[in-house]
DNA sequence: CAACAATTGAGAGCACTGCTCTTGACAGAC
DNA sequence: GTCTGTCAAGAGCAGTGCTCTCAATTGTTG
């Protein structure tokens, strides 16, 4: 109907494939919906078409089933995250290694704050008898820890990373493993800082699982921007952006 | 029918209410059968009828709705890991504190590996319609956390916390939080050894939820003992525990 | 423009879920 | 030996995912 609402990735022919493109688009977008209100497990194909004023069995015809459109829920929300981060990561200067870890880090937990139920399909408990395609999911749900990895190694090239201070001697077979991510992703750094960079970036979202989870006690921690900053900036010393 | 059978709490009088005691459990055991092999959202009361030899309707009798045997699990859960941590500490003497923590630590993940699902009630994404009552269940799930903070200020006040090298400040409002927790609970460490403490526990389980729901990708980390046997040491650094 | 064919929506239906209510049977208590 | 409380069974309601058939709409093509 609209002219100038297509912004679909390529231009369609027929109107026919258009409307089916716009249909699509409906669907995912009342999906995330009522993904964001009522979480992962309460997603429901008859709900989606009770609001797009259609019978059940329709949307079949667009979507194969529920974990097909599960998926492209993953991949809009894998997404929409990555983008969160990356606009966060591009407002600081390329050098400013600590402030675009910290920016990263303050991203996904607004992110995460703002869509606790979509954060939670992307980095909560497994949907029981769903697996997510590793076609389709695998390059969005990498770009977080890519950006990570491009700022850690890239703050080691520039030698703006103080080499990681007594940490415990990495092991061998664990050696083997970060040696294959560092040539397949041509990185620099060496083991330890590989390896600390893991465990930042587990912690970070650890640290924003529990925020988002509801771990914390409902008033354990009222100062939690202050909380999470504190993290940031110790996890920062473990990666080895000196303070 | 099994005399020496009755581990329950309390001896009960009247063989009605033993019988009762001993359907609950069995309604409890099946539970955690089918949460172990199905997950949480997939746990149904019909089901546990079915294995139970009884038509839906009649475990009604027995539990007022799927939440209560899911507050049920969940106290179950909790405390199978809270007694497994503790098995594991207490194995170790009272001053190894650095030997204390890894061994909690490990503790954790093997459990959380074990029993994934379990884990994945506990500490995963929360059941959308679910809110854990916090009367029954905020004692068994605080004994890990309580535990925590047992090694770690006990190792303080045997002076054997290194103090934080330079960490941030802490900020005010952050320190009144803290302040808060250290008066109810009797603690000494300082604000810089509890704020890293708590992030050293948020990396606990950031670290053991990435393994339990696959948040690495299939193959990038073959030697995951390793690592996180690296990631402990980072953390006991991180925790004051110096190596 | 008319005929065709592909696409689409509607509806019924199956098996499953949580949960409620009524009915009838059984067993412990007096 | 009667009585009362507890229990399981069954029907039923509203919801779920998904499949199949049928009719209608709609775009395309001769």
Redesign the interface.
Same mark, same amino acid.
């Given at each position: 109907m609209n002219d100038p609402a297509s912004d679909a990735e390529t231009t369609l022919r027929t109107p026919r494939e258009r409307a089916r493109a716009q249909t699509i688009a409906d669907i995912v977008r009342l999906g995330r919906e009522h993904l964001a209100t009522? !979480?992962?497990?309460?997603l429901s194909l008859r709900a989606v078409a009770r609001d797009l004023g259609v019978v059940s069995s329709a949307v079949y015809r667009y979507v194969a089933n529920r974990d097909e459109l599960l998926t492209l829920l993953l991949v809009d929300a894998y997404n929409e995250l990555g983008d969160a981060v990356d606009t966060a990561v591009n407002a600081l200067p390329e050098l400013d290694f600590d402030g675009r870890f910290k920016a990263l880090g303050r991203a996904v937990r607004t992110w995460a704050l703002r869509e606790p139920?979509r954060y939670?399909?992307l980095?909560?408990?497994?949907?029981?008898?769903y697996q997510a395609p590793?076609v389709q999911t695998?390059r969005p749900g990498t770009r977080v820890i890519y950006r990570l990895i491009g700022i850690l190694d890239g703050a080691y090239q520039a030698g703006a990373l103080t080499a990681a201070a007594?940490?415990?001697v990495?092991?061998s077979?664990?050696s +083997? /493993?970060l040696e294959a991510?560092r040539s397949e992703l041509g990185l620099a750094m060496p083991d330890e800082l590989q390896?600390?960079g893991?465990?930042v970036w587990?912690?970070?979202?650890? +640290?924003v699982?529990?925020e988002v989870?509801?771990?914390y !006690?409902?008033d354990?921690?009222?100062?939690r921007d202050?909380?999470f /900053?504190?993290?940031l900036?110790?996890?920062a !010393?473990?990666a080895g952006l000196g303070?």
């Open positions: 009522q !979480g992962a497990a309460a139920a939670g399909l980095f909560g408990s497994p949907v029981p008898g590793a695998t007594r940490t415990a990495v092991p077979a664990l +083997a /493993d991510i390896a600390n893991a465990l587990t912690s970070l979202f650890g +640290a699982s529990f989870f509801g771990q !006690g409902p354990t921690f009222r100062a202050e909380l /900053d504190h993290h900036a110790v996890l !010393g473990v303070a």
